[in-house]
Each structure stands twice: as structure tokens, then as C-alpha cells.
């Protein structure tokens, strides 16, 4: 072998790795929205659950409560929230607005939070929720694909959710996304 391919072999590894090293440095430098990552549940049916209550005495929240919710005809939102989450005190009016629509049955599930701030914390905010479940330990909140709280889903009267919002809900989101979807929904 000559001298020249000697160095082409050489140099062809080195360069292959800068190169693929190269790529992969600058895409993580991207800016990447969470909120533009689609949810693998969109047109699915709600994934099957059963959570207990914030106390002993609450009832709790199952698949079967959202799925009993469309049969009597409501759309149902599930709001993942936490008493610690900052952007969960924001959205908090907003989803006590929508909980006053005649069509909208709204579910929360307390994600990885203790039960007794959480309580405080409604009995300051107020409590729109139907009812809640304690998701303790986050496996309800993986089974939804959800990357944090707030996070919150409409499921349509056949159990199927619709659509997915992360992150706090807004008044342009409502007025732009969530009323549309939820008049289209309850026709």
C-alpha cells in the first residue's frame, strides 16, 4: 500500500467520528419545544387506571369514571397537577372556568405531590375538580406520556383523547383550541 492510502485509512475513521460528533453536538444545542412533541394517545382510548383519593375518605379516580362522563354525554378534561407547580396555580382559574361549562366534566390527578398540601392548596384556589385521583408515585402520569405538570387532556364521549396540552392552559389557548374543540365535541 502507498503512503497516501496509508493515510486515507487512517484519517477516514477520525474523520467520520468529527464529523457524526460534529452533528450530533449542534442538534443538541437546538431549541426543542416540549408542547410541539405530538402525544402517541392522540385518537386513542384513555389508558386504563385506578387511583385512589387524596384521603382515606375520597373516593378517588378511575378509567371508569371517564368513561361513565362520556355516557352521559360530557367531554371530560384530565388535568395533571401539583400543589408545588408554579404554572398549576396560574392555569388554576382558567380550569375553574371550564369546569362551569355545562358540556365539560374536569378530573385532576394530584402527580407526585403530598396529599395534604395539595388539600391546602385547593381549599385556598377553590376545588373545580369532579374528583381526583393521588397519582403517588408518577404511573399514571407515565401511562398518559406526560413529561411534567400541568398537563391536560380532552377525551371525547367515546373515551378517546383528543387532545393533549402541555403545560398551563391560557386564554388564547382556550379561546383559540380548547372552546373550538369542545363545541365540535359536544354537538
Known amino acids: 500500500m502507498t503512503l497516501p492510502s496509508r493515510r486515507i485509512l487512517f484519517l477516514l475513521p477520525i474523520l467520520l467520528f468529527a464529523g457524526v460528533a460534529a452533528y450530533f453536538l449542534l442538534r443538541l444545542g437546538e431549541d426543542r419545544d416540549p408542547s410541539q412533541i405530538p402525544s402517541a394517545l392522540i385518537d386513542r382510548p384513555v389508558p386504563e387506571f ?3 383519593g387524596m384521603t382515606a375518605t375520597d373516593r378517588g379516580l378511575t378509567h371508569a369514571d371517564v368513561m361513565r362522563t362520556g355516557n352521559e354525554g360530557k ?14 396555580r396560574a392555569e388554576h382559574p382558567l380550569l375553574s372556568e371550564l369546569a362551569q361549562h355545562p358540556n365539560v366534566a374536569l378530573y385532576g390527578i394530584l402527580y407526585k405531590d403530598e396529599p395534604a398540601a395539595a388539600a391546602d392548596w385547593l381549599k385556598e384556589l377553590g376545588n373545580p375538580y369532579a374528583a381526583i385521583g ?3 408515585k ?30 398551563p392552559l391560557d386564554q388564547p389557548t382556550i379561546d383559540k383550541t380548547i372552546m373550538p374543540l369542545l363545541d365540535e365535541l359536544t354537538k
Open 134 to 136: 393521588n397519582d403517588a
Open 75 to 88: 367531554v371530560t378534561i384530565v388535568n395533571f397537577f401539583a400543589s408545588w407547580c408554579l404554572p398549576c
Open 138 to 167: 408518577g404511573r399514571t402520569g407515565i401511562d398518559f406520556g406526560i413529561s411534567g405538570v400541568p398537563e391536560s387532556f380532552i377525551v371525547d364521549r367515546a373515551g378517546h383523547i383528543r387532545y393533549r396540552q402541555w403545560g
Open 50 to 52: 385506578s387511583l385512589p
